[in-house]
């Protein structure tokens, strides 16, 4: 667990992406409580566990359609983690046999936790989906929306090669984990104990799924990245429990230590490169986390729209059209002007103080206006050029209103 933490703690990616607003971080939270939940109830055989299992489950589902990926793979490898264990550990023929008494054991201790976890299970899903009981339609559309993923996962525009994952981002970002897992992965099945092979096989299953699927964005590398911190920690643990237990001489001791050491400098090597994506070069294209970000010029367009706008009496009205469909960050930016109005690319312009648009509309835009404006370009994001036009005469009008409202009257006495 210590081994684990601390990977995920210095984890480039996770880090990156735990500082978004993205599904993906409730995915992989989620995901957690469903492998803590089923592992502590087969430890401990506490009905709290399963109800955390089967809560976990639930919300990992409503989260984002890449649940049942997720939830098929965990499922496959406890099939495996059986197989495996009982025809190789255990030698034992009549796996399917032993596989579904286990099955209704399992049941057996479960009785009436079952339909309270399916009951727990309904409840939620109806609550969200329905949007709290307002959107009934929601409940149908939660199972439809795979009919609409499907194609979006063969064919989007963000389709990778195959070894997108584990050449472009884990070999290069994440390799002090690479190098335990592969620890990890090497003692499983070594020791072919029944929590390392489940290890093993759901970060085999989940590496291999993501990256079967032509659909590919780097945020989902996290999905990726949790079996691995366990299996990491699993393999740490078992090399301490041979020394401690059996192999207290002094060769193993050599060998725990170069592994400890070597994971060590890896990680030392790796602690640069985390701090300069995610604190310097956090929305630089260098990097594979920085999927068409952002970039820096936002906050000189917004600042000129500040600096331009300040000092009026009745800068938070002022009119501002903006004709773009790509539009965010900028409503958050521009949420003081309460008369900013977002027509979309395809509305026709009109004449306001500042006019907010696409490069490409530049064309079309200036066949509409009427007034006279300077033109400032900013890069939105890698491809994304905005224009802002600024109407000067309007301020300049303005300030002089302003200006004349200020001088007192003098009055005259006879």
Same mark, same amino acid.
């Given at each position: 667990?210590?081994?684990? !933490?601390? @990977? *995920?703690?210095? #984890?480039?990616? %996770? +880090?990156?992406?735990?500082?978004?607003?993205?599904?993906? &971080?409730?995915? /992989?939270?989620?995901?957690?409580?469903?492998?803590?939940?089923?592992?502590?109830?087969?430890?401990?055989?506490?009905?709290?566990? !399963?109800? @955390? *299992?089967?809560? #976990?489950?639930? %919300? +990992?589902?409503?989260?984002?359609?890449?649940?049942?990926? &997720?939830?098929? /793979?965990?499922?496959?490898?406890?099939?495996?983690?059986?197989?495996?264990?009982?025809?190789?550990?255990?030698?034992?023929?009549? !796996?399917?046999?032993?596989?579904?008494?286990?099955?209704?054991?399992?049941?057996?201790?479960?009785?009436?936790?079952?339909?309270?976890?399916?009951?727990?299970?309904?409840?939620?899903?109806?609550?969200?989906?329905?949007?709290?009981?307002?959107?009934?339609?929601?409940?149908?559309?939660?199972?439809?929306?795979?009919?609409?993923?499907?194609?979006?996962?063969?064919?989007?525009?963000?389709?990778?090669?195959?070894?997108?994952?584990?050449?472009?981002?884990?070999?290069?970002?994440?390799?002090?984990?690479?190098?335990?897992?592969?620890?990890?992965?090497?003692?499983?099945?070594?020791?072919?104990?029944?929590?390392?092979?489940?290890?093993?096989?759901?970060?085999?299953?989940?590496?291999?799924?993501?990256?079967?699927?032509?659909?590919?964005?780097?945020?989902?590398?996290?999905?990726?990245?949790?079996?691995?911190?366990?299996?990491?920690?699993?393999?740490?643990?078992?090399?301490?429990?041979?020394?401690?237990?059996?192999?207290?001489?002094?060769?193993?001791?050599?060998?725990?230590?170069?592994?400890?050491?070597?994971?060590?400098?890896?990680?030392?090597?790796?602690?640069?490169?985390?701090?300069?994506?995610?604190?310097?070069?956090?929305?630089?294209?260098?990097?594979?986390?920085?999927?068409?970000?952002?970039?820096?010029?936002?906050?000189?367009?917004?600042?000129?729209?500040?600096?331009?706008?300040?000092?009026?009496?009745?800068?938070?009205?002022?009119?501002?059209?903006?004709?773009?469909?790509?539009?965010?960050?900028?409503?958050?930016?521009?949420?003081?002007?309460?008369?900013?109005?977002?027509?979309?690319?395809?509305?026709?312009?009109?004449?306001?103080?500042?006019?907010?648009?696409?490069?490409?509309?530049?064309?079309?835009?200036?066949?509409?206006?009427?007034?006279?404006?300077?033109?400032?370009?900013?890069?939105?994001?890698?491809?994304?050029?905005?224009?802002?036009?600024?109407?000067?005469?309007?301020?300049?009008?303005?300030?002089?209103?302003?200006?004349?409202?200020?001088?007192?009257?003098?009055?005259?006495?006879?």
């Amino acid at each position: 667990a210590l081994t684990a !933490f601390l @990977l *995920a703690g210095f #984890s480039c990616d %996770l +880090l990156y992406f735990s500082r978004y607003f993205i599904h993906e &971080i409730w995915v /992989v939270l989620f995901t957690l409580g469903v492998y803590l939940g089923a592992t502590y109830y087969v430890d401990r055989r506490r009905p709290i566990y !399963f109800y @955390l *299992a089967c809560l #976990s489950g639930v %919300l +990992l589902f409503c989260t984002k359609e890449t649940s049942v990926i &997720i939830l098929f /793979v965990l499922l496959i490898s406890f099939d495996l983690t059986e197989l495996v264990h009982r025809l190789f550990a255990e030698k034992e023929t009549n !796996f399917y046999v032993q596989y579904i008494l286990r099955v209704k054991k399992l049941i057996g201790e479960l009785k009436f936790h079952l339909l309270g976890g399916a009951v727990l299970v309904g409840l939620v899903w109806a609550t969200l989906f329905s949007s709290f009981g307002k959107n009934p339609r929601g409940l149908y559309d939660s199972f439809l929306t795979f009919a609409f993923w499907t194609g979006t996962g063969v064919e989007s525009g963000h389709n990778k090669p195959f070894f997108y994952f584990i050449n472009e981002i884990l070999f290069r970002y994440e390799s002090p984990v690479v190098f335990f897992t592969l620890l990890g992965l090497i003692l499983a099945f070594h020791l072919r104990d029944k929590k390392g092979l489940f290890l093993a096989f759901w970060t085999l299953g989940i590496i291999g799924a993501h990256s079967v699927i032509p659909y590919k964005t780097p945020w989902l590398v996290i999905n990726l990245l949790l079996p691995m911190f366990l299996l990491s920690g699993y393999g740490i643990q078992q090399m301490v429990n041979a020394w401690s237990t059996r192999f207290r001489n002094s060769s193993y001791t050599k060998l725990l230590c170069a592994v400890l050491v070597l994971g060590l400098l890896l990680s030392a090597g790796q602690l640069p490169l985390t701090w300069c994506v995610n604190y310097v070069e956090y929305d630089s294209d260098a990097h594979k986390q920085a999927y068409v970000h952002t970039g820096r010029d936002v906050f000189r367009l917004v600042n000129d729209i500040y600096d331009t706008t300040a000092g009026l009496p009745d800068e938070g009205s002022l009119p501002i059209n903006i004709y773009t469909s790509i539009q965010w960050p900028l409503p958050f930016y521009l949420m003081k002007y309460t008369k900013a109005a977002w027509w979309g690319e395809s509305s026709t312009p009109a004449d306001a103080p500042i006019i907010i648009c696409q490069d490409k509309q530049e064309t079309n835009l200036n066949k509409f206006l009427k007034n006279k404006y300077k033109v400032t370009r900013y890069t939105l994001r890698p491809g994304v050029v905005i224009l802002v036009y600024t109407d000067e005469q309007f301020f300049k009008n303005k300030r002089m209103e302003s200006l004349e409202t200020e001088i007192p009257k003098v009055e005259t006495f006879h």
